[in-house]
């Protein structure tokens, strides 16, 4: 039985050969996804992590102690967590240098600063009372290399020698190493690094510090991961320190990352597995088609049934069998030359799921190979011996394909109305696929008989010949399902990724907001307008920009709208230009107060029943820096007065009046009018008389109500009064108007509140003066105010909320430095391509993966079409070869064969292109576009025509090609039977 197995083999090894290459390519496929998936998720999780905010990448704690005590304080034993470098380290704030050049400095020792820092000259502190300074110091603090420095502290006067012995570069602020510790950047005062016993030598107040750095080899656990952070920061804890970290953020993403690419790439692989599954049930039912007669005599003879059903299984078995390892190694070398080519710095490593897909895809290709051979083995032998198939289907075979396509359907929609991004939603495109296959395997020979009876009748014979071979030939149905089920997946993964990719630059380019954007630290509005306007005083690539929180709106977006149209990205979506926004952003100049003071003189009258009231004035004024100082002075009693007030720090440089405040100091006391006449400064120039003090449209107060009622303001020839009549006390703020009204603001929808939240609580009222459909940063749920507006209405000195920088795309490379020269702590930038990689992450790497099973999937169409062909029995041309003996040329016939078949492909891909059409009207929604899950931008609904055609036409050419190939190998065949 083995010899004649062989024998049966190496007679028909044209389809064992077929037999072994589709199962050789089911197995890659089933081996290649988890090996894909491996390495994908490797270099998303590398991608996650180097992206990631230095903040996400550390565990900090820190406590205060006394620099002398820091050898005893210093735990025993640190923290350790796997792929995690714990760095302590010890702070102490003191002057550097003696004399004119004294300057404040940080003395600092930290775990590993000799491997951390770039030395530019000299060598690191080793020793005892050794230091090395960053760049520039040593000619600030009147010193060189191997020079003498002293250095003292609070605690400590008596100052301390050190000797210079190293120079470094600033370091990166990106560097996990330094931990987000800002002061230790050397931004805006100098650190000296020393050695842990160098700092023992001084007394007072010190910082000591434990960081924990992970590498990204951290992250390939994180599950394990959080509780090990736990342990960590209850050690910390016990030893008297503060922690925090947000790794477990980062931990939620990778993990949120690596099930969308999960979901992708296994569901991606799942139509291509059963492709070659299907070609192959194909090849072998096409070579048992082929071998009736030979089924029928040996049954004829009196063949055991056992043989007669044996045989024919084990010559499936076992190329199907020898194609398993082959397979195997196949898909690990074809993953391997993809991961090289999508995915640079990944390893490709050997995974347990690849050994049980390619079991399943092995199992799957014998149950196939079985399923091919069933129908023939059962046929009786009269059946066998008749030269061609039944003229009819039988009534349970067209009940089995019509409920094969219904279920297809139902399946189909099903998945697409599953909701969520990924899973199983994502074999929509193949069940709705395989419903329009079918529906047009049953449609096609119907309209092709009607076709080449047409043609007939107007003598168009070869297009009736080709009409009627389309229509009669067997296996034309099965061919017409996969074709469509392959244009339909190839449709679905062309339309998505061209809507995904426009939708990923969409959102870039709103949420980065600009070409490049700088992350400042710690400056104040007039502090980020002045560095801005002294890098780019022309206004050509630098936009000051901050951001608001207020109320129910917290995504309020403040920026320099004169510089808006220049720099910023603006979204095509706004529905108004830039410099109209700005307009209406900024109807006027604010306008300001200004003082320039030693002193100031306020001269008021206080009218009340009861002579014992007291009243506290207060002016709140900004200085030119931004800096916040507030002006007082007690014991305001009835009657007239003239009040000085402390303004020494408005004379160096000028301030701007903010607010006037009163206090009464007699709660009791709830009825009282004051008259402010006039204020002056200490030379006795005035700063606002009486009637400007008494246009009460430049005052602002905080709306009444019952629980914090407002005064009353009147103007008047003597000045501003201000009328209390009030049991509840009252709120008697009054704030400088900078812009007559209220304050304008754009939304991208309706007004949530008609009141914004300032510095010290008070709310102001806001109008929005534009409705955009998105604005920079925050898309289409945001709002926008003008910068120079908002920090006169809202932020009034404050620190700034989250400052940036934005750069054009034409901004000079050295943009950054001359910012940090300006005096800006910035602690990083990022640009539109890095927002893009990071948003598309995971889908970008999954769709990658469909995009190359759905080009496998044509390539094996193609192939199958000659590899069907070789099958084909005599006459299977529906009798076009008996023409040829008619007279009729071969040459015409071959063009009428390849005709038939290239109309027949060409009439699938309208089908699978319909189907595609049909599961992205239906599915678009389960296609992951976002890793972060982010439902704000919505992608396109339809694909740019080009981007589609152009893939689309190449499948075509392709798919074409192997037709004209199939019809070429009918004919050879033909010829060597004659």
């Not at 697409?416 to 939603?425: E, K, P, Q, T, V």
């Not at 009218?607 to 004035?617: F, H, K, N, R, T």
């Not at 029995?873 to 023409?883: E, F, I, N």
């Amino acid at each position: 039985m083995t010899a004649l197995l062989w024998e049966m083999i190496r007679e028909r090894r044209a389809a064992a050969l077929i037999t072994f290459l589709l199962t050789l390519a089911s197995t890659a496929a089933a081996a290649g996804g988890p090996i894909y998936h491996a390495a994908a998720a490797q270099s998303l999780r590398l991608d996650q992590i180097a992206q990631a905010p230095v903040t996400e990448r550390v565990l900090t704690a820190s406590q205060p102690t006394r620099a002398d005590e820091t050898a005893e304080s210093r735990p025993a034993s640190l923290p350790y967590v796997a792929h995690m470098r714990t760095v302590y380290g010890v702070q102490v704030q003191g002057i550097a240098g003696g004399g004119d050049r004294g300057t404040d400095a940080v003395l600092a020792s930290r775990t590993g600063v000799c491997r951390a820092l770039v030395l530019t000259a000299g060598r690191c502190a080793v020793a005892d009372r050794e230091a090395v300074l960053p760049d520039g110091t040593p000619e600030l603090l009147g010193t060189r290399l191997g020079g003498v420095l002293t250095f003292s502290t609070i605690g400590s006067p008596e100052p301390v020698r050190f000797t210079v012995v190293g120079v470094y570069r600033r370091p990166d602020a990106a560097d996990a190493y330094w931990a987000d510790r800002v002061n230790l950047l050397g931004v805006e005062q100098p650190v000296l690094f020393a050695t842990d016993r160098s700092l023992e030598m001084f007394g007072g107040q010190a910082t000591v510090t434990v960081d924990l750095v992970a590498e990204p080899a951290a992250f390939a656990d994180t599950a394990g991961l959080a509780g090990q952070i736990e342990q960590a920061q209850q050690q910390l804890t016990a030893g008297g320190y503060v922690g925090s970290t947000l790794m477990t953020d980062l931990s939620k993403r990778i993990d949120q990352g690596d099930r969308m690419l999960a979901d992708t790439v296994t569901i991606a692989a799942v139509p291509l597995i059963l492709i070659c599954w299907f070609v192959l049930f194909l090849a072998v039912a096409a070579g048992v088609d082929q071998r009736r007669e030979e089924l029928g005599l040996a049954a004829l003879r009196g063949t055991p049934a056992r043989l007669r059903w044996a045989l024919p299984f084990a010559e499936v078995a076992v190329p199907v069998l020898a194609a398993a390892v082959p397979g195997l190694f196949a898909g690990y070398a074809l993953t391997a030359a993809l991961v090289r080519a999508v995915l640079p710095g990944s390893t490709v490593q050997w995974d347990g799921a690849s050994l049980r897909y390619a079991a399943f895809a092995v199992l799957g290709a014998l149950l196939a190979g079985v399923f091919a051979q069933v129908g023939a083995l059962r046929t009786p032998v009269l059946g066998l011996l008749r030269r061609s198939g039944g003229a009819r289907r039988g009534r349970f075979a067209t009940a089995l394909e019509v409920g094969a396509g219904s279920l297809a359907a139902v399946a189909g929609y099903q998945a697409a109305a599953a909701g969520d991004a990924g899973g199983i939603g994502l074999l929509a495109p193949a069940c709705l696929g395989l419903a329009c296959g079918l529906l047009a395997a049953r449609l096609l020979p119907l309209a092709a008989a009607r076709v080449a009876r047409a043609a007939l009748r107007r003598g168009r014979w070869r297009t009736g010949l080709a009409g009627f071979a389309l229509a009669r030939v067997p296996g034309t149905g099965r061919l017409v399902v996969l074709v469509t089920v392959v244009f339909g997946l190839l449709g679905f993964a062309v339309t998505a990724y061209d809507t995904a990719g426009r939708a990923w630059d969409e959102r870039a380019q709103v949420q980065t907001g600009a070409a490049r954007v700088v992350k400042i630290d710690g400056a104040s509005a007039v502090q980020l307008r002045s560095a801005v306007a002294a890098v780019d005083p022309d206004g050509q690539f630098a936009m000051a920009v901050s951001r608001y929180k207020s109320n129910q709106m917290q995504n309020i977006l403040a920026a320099d709208t004169a510089r808006l149209a220049r720099v910023a990205n603006w979204p095509d979506t706004a529905g108004l230009a830039p410099g109209a926004v700005a307009g209406l952003l900024r109807p006027a100049e604010p306008t300001a107060i200004i003082v320039k003071a030693k002193k100031l003189v306020v001269d008021v009258t206080v009218a009340s029943p009861d002579p014992l009231l007291s009243l506290q004035l207060r002016l709140l004024v900004i200085s030119d820096r931004g800096l916040r100082h507030d002006l007082r002075m007690s014991g305001v009693r009835p009657g007239f007065q003239r009040v000085e007030l402390d303004a020494s720090l408005c004379d160096p440089e000028p301030c701007r009046l903010d607010e006037i405040q009163l206090q009464n100091m007699r709660p009791d006391q709830h009825r009282f009018d004051i008259t402010i006449h006039a204020i002056r400064d200490g030379a006795g120039a005035v700063v606002l008389d009486a009637a400007a003090l008494g246009d009460v449209s430049r005052w602002a107060q905080p709306p009444a109500s019952a629980a914090r009622p407002v005064p009353a303001l009147r103007g008047t020839p003597e000045g501003l009064q201000i009328s209390v009549d009030s049991t509840v006390v009252a709120d008697m703020r009054l704030s400088a108007a900078a812009l007559p009204g209220p304050l304008p603001i754009a939304v991208t929808g309706p007004l949530r509140s008609p009141l914004l939240t300032a510095t010290g609580g008070m709310e102001l009222p806001v109008q929005a003066v534009a409705t955009l459909g998105a604005v920079p940063r925050f898309g289409p749920q945001g709002a926008l105010l003008d910068f120079d507006v908002a920090e006169y209405v809202l932020g009034r000195g404050t620190m700034l909320s989250q400052p940036e920088v934005w750069l054009s795309a034409d901004a000079p490379a050295d943009a950054v430095d001359r910012l940090r020269r300006a005096g800006l702590t910035v602690t990083g930038d990022y640009t539109v391509a890095q927002r893009r990689a990071q948003i598309s992450a995971a889908p970008r790497l999954g769709l990658w993966f469909a995009l190359a099973v759905a080009a496998l999937t044509v390539l094996l169409a193609a192939v199958a079409l000659p590899a069907l062909a070789m099958f084909e029995r005599p006459g299977g041309d529906s009798g076009l070869s008996v023409l040829g003996e008619q007279g009729i040329r071969t040459r015409t016939l071959l063009l009428v064969s390849a005709g038939s078949r290239c109309a027949l492909a060409l009439a699938a891909i309208v089908a699978g292109l319909g189907s595609a059409a049909l599961a992205w009207a239906l599915a678009r929604t389960v296609l992951p576009v976002f890793s972060d899950g982010d439902t704000t931008f919505t992608p396109p609904v339809l694909p740019e025509p080009g981007a589609v055609a152009g893939p689309v036409a190449a499948a075509v050419a392709v798919l074409l090609a192997g037709c004209w190939t199939a019809a070429h190998v009918v004919r050879r065949r033909r010829e060597e039977e004659r």
